[in-house]
């Protein structure tokens, strides 16, 4: 090419969320019979949409208007709804005209970090949910940087880390939380949330949130909304239909801005987004005209607390069976529907593996861990469990931390299918810890 075609940030895309699966395929083909437990889809895990949700879908399809472009913004009935439902849940004022309408926050994400300035940065969690550092990092064309949320410490943000980092670089413009967080299952603690808001305001930077499992926690930390506590500083919200109704087909997710009028280059700044948008004409209709009435009918809320009760009993289960185990640790999740499991310093090496009996599969494990840098020491791990267990988890490495480890998810609807897998797993994980 004449010029240099390829963008500065084209190595820090990556989203072992669904690389791994192109791997589980190849053993599939060669007749290995897969549990999925990468990926944090309800549905695709067995959930059932109940009936009444499906009848509100059916009735909006039978409105003629549900066919057409909705307005840039979203429809304004439905940003209506969200607004008062902000004002009733006592967080800062939200105005219907600064929430913007997405397809999912797949797509928010990629705006929100596309038209900020290159030199500016986001610093996010680490472990972090790979769409956010991926598109961080992108769109600056560098690593991502983050802050250490600690596994001993029940995953809780370093904020004296945060700080010193946001202190020796001034580059850094916002800071980025996930809550209930994705691995890790946190839940920020309201008094965590005001130091955090207090660094942002101490150093004149924004806020992103991303609530996308605002709805999904089963204690013992209560969630609390960071519009809440924000003290007058500006942040972009994020939250969305994929996980709690669960609809992530709908491609729905939108982004609420608050104290945008606090700063000239926050507005400026969330003008470009929305001048960005617009260039897209509009987002998903349906699931926008549809919102409204699934939120406020009184079997919603019935219903997520069944989903609620249901993820607590999971990860009481899944840690009780694999807290039994050597080698690792976790803490139980309090939100979301992720376990993330560690590997203890020490646990993991080079030269394990895991006994697999057919041939053809063993050679496609073996060779696709040789192909591996040496550090890659979960993502062997969890090739051999593919290979040996037929278990498919997501090696923790791949979310943007040194960290050993691997996700599964709290999403199997079977409860003796789900035992199984855990058990499954336990004898794997000290097969393998023990193979050398
Ligand atoms: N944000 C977080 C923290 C997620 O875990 C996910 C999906 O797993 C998303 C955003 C993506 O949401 P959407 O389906 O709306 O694109």
Redesign the pocket.
Known sequence: MRTNIVHAGADELSYEIREIVDFGLELEKEGAHLVWENI?DPVAKGEIIPEWVKEIIMDALKENSTFAYSPTKGLLETRKFLSDLRSKEGGEKLDADDILFFN???DA?SKIYTYLNKNARVIGPSPA?P?HSSAEASHAGAHHLTYALNPYRNWLPDILDLRNKIHYNESISGILI?NPD?PTGMIYPEQVLKEIVAIAKEFDLFLIS?E?YSNIYYGPEKFVPLSRVLDGVPAIVMR?L?KEVPW?GARC?WIEVYNKDKDTAFARYIKTIHDAKMLEVSSTTLPQKVLPKLFSDPRYKEYLKRRQDAYRERALIACKILGKVKGISMVKPSGAFYLTVVFNQGALSEKQALPIKNEKIKKLVENKASSLPPHALDKRFAYYLMGGAHICVVPLSGFNTDLYGFRMTLLEENGAKFEKILRDLSEAIEKYISSC
């Open positions: 944090g999912g926050l797949g994400t949910y769409t996930i994705n991303d996308i969305g994929s992530p997710g």
